[in-house]
């Protein structure tokens, strides 16, 4: 019943590591978005996805790259982890030609020790 | 940036009483949507308001929009300790492409005491 899911929940890794985060949308949306959270809760919007091609591209570090297999999914990949990448990534989905709200997934923790 | 600002950056009630939050931005807008975060949650859509409407109302909540100066507020009206979470004010700006891209302000923090 789940509508965006990420896994993992929380992730503890060490610096200079690779990860990635998934995540999943059971929605039929054709938008998707990453956004990062930082400890003072500032949401910043860091890729949307639309129709399996990157629309949006804020001023992130190249280490980070989103993959999106299909409509449904859209990963995010981080290179060479640093210790400022700390933070709560949120998943969120759209559908661009209907309502304008968007339904978040329930965050991945990433702790970079 | 086109990052939002809300104030206050924290607010105490008692249950029962109207809680009011406000937000301004800096940019035209297509809209402005309020969303809430409960402690280690993600954000839930609360209510949107379009740049040619003033207020809106659904159920306990009461928003207003005024753009000519770029601000928001938000009322909770006969609050509820279930309404204990971070509320964020997000404005919604097209970009081409159509992936209308959210950016949010930095939250209010609202505490209700039972």
């Known amino acids: 019943d789940t509508a965006v899911s990420q896994t993992p929940k929380y992730l503890v890794t060490q610096m200079g590591n690779d990860k990635s985060i998934k995540c999943e949308q059971n929605?039929?949306?054709?938008?998707m978005y990453w956004y990062k959270q930082d400890s003072k809760k500032f949401l910043k919007i860091m890729f949307s996805?639309?129709?399996?091609?990157?629309?949006i591209n804020e001023t992130v570090p190249n280490r980070f790259s989103p993959k999106s297999p299909d409509k449904a999914h859209l990963n995010l990949h981080i290179n060479s982890l640093e210790l400022g990448d700390s933070a709560v990534y949120f998943c969120?989905?759209?559908?661009?030609?209907?309502?304008?709200?968007?339904?978040f997934g329930p965050g991945t923790r990433l702790t970079v020790l | 940036s086109q990052q939002g600002e809300e104030d206050p950056q924290a607010l105490s009630i008692q249950e029962g009483e109207n809680a009011t939050m406000n937000c301004s931005y800096k940019t035209s807008i297509n809209n402005l949507q309020w969303y809430r975060q409960n402690s280690g949650r993600g954000l839930v859509h609360l209510i949107l308001i379009r740049s040619n409407e003033r207020e809106k109302h659904s159920g306990r909540l009461r928003v207003t929009l005024d753009t000519s100066k770029k601000s928001s507020s938000l009322l909770i009206t006969a609050s509820r300790a279930a309404d204990t979470a971070s509320y964020f004010c997000a404005t919604d700006t097209l970009f081409l492409g159509g992936a209308n891209n959210l950016f949010f302000g930095t939250g209010t923090r609202l505490t209700v005491i039972p």
């Open positions: 996805y639309n129709n399996k091609e990157l629309i």
């Open positions: 969120a989905s759209r559908n661009a030609g209907g309502r304008h709200e968007q339904f």
């Open positions: 929605l039929g949306h054709d938008t």
